[in-house]
C-alpha cells in the first residue's frame, strides 16, 4: 500500500515538475524501467488533464484568487519571451513546443499549444512522443549524475 502512495506521489510530481521526477524515482531505488514507466505514466496524465481541463482549471483559479476590476479588455503586450514563444512556434512547429515541455513544465506547454492550435487532434500525438523521448533521455541522464552525486559525497 505505501509503495503505491509512493508511486502515486511521484507520477502527480511528474505531471509538473517533470524534469526533476527521473532523479527522484531513481533516487528512490527504482529500476530505469520502472523510472521511464513512472515519468511516462505521470506525464501523459497530467497532458490528458491540462489539454481536456485546463480552461477550467484556470477560470476556476481566476476567479477565486482575482477580483475583477478592469471592464474594458487589457492591450495585448509582446515581451520578449512571448515573441520567442511565436517564432518556436513559427519556425518548429507544434514539435517545437512540445520539446520544450520538461523545460518549462507539462501545464505551462500544454497552455501555450492549446492557445497556439486550439483543439487540434495533433496535440496530444505529438506531445506523447515526446514525453516517451523525454522520459527515456531524462532517465539515462539521471543515472548517471546520481552516482557522481553518490561518489562525491561518498555515500
Known amino acids: 500500500m505505501i509503495e503505491a502512495l509512493e508511486i502515486i506521489s511521484l507520477m502527480l510530481l511528474s505531471t509538473v515538475k517533470f524534469l526533476y521526477t527521473p532523479i527522484a524515482v531513481l ?11 513512472i515519468t511516462f505514466s505521470g506525464g501523459f496524465f497530467g497532458l490528458i488533464v491540462f489539454k481536456y481541463f485546463g480552461r477550467s482549471i484556470i477560470s476556476l483559479w481566476k476567479s477565486l484568487y482575482f477580483v475583477k476590476r478592469r471592464k474594458k479588455p487589457a492591450k495585448r503586450v509582446f515581451t ?34 492549446v492557445g497556439f492550435y486550439g483543439n487540434d487532434r495533433r496535440i496530444i500525438p505529438v506531445f506523447t512522443i515526446v514525453l516517451f523521448l523525454w522520459s527515456v ?12 552525486i553518490a561518489h562525491l559525497f561518498g555515500l
Open 27 to 37: 533516487a528512490l531505488g527504482y529500476s530505469p524501467i520502472q523510472t521511464i514507466l
Open 80 to 113: 520578449k519571451r512571448n515573441r520567442k514563444l511565436v517564432h518556436i512556434r513559427k519556425r518548429y512547429g507544434l514539435p517545437g513546443l512540445a520539446f520544450l515541455m520538461p523545460v518549462f513544465s507539462i501545464p505551462v506547454m500544454v497552455f501555450i499549444a
Open 137 to 148: 533521455i531524462l532517465t539515462l541522464l539521471s543515472e548517471p549524475f546520481l552516482k557522481f
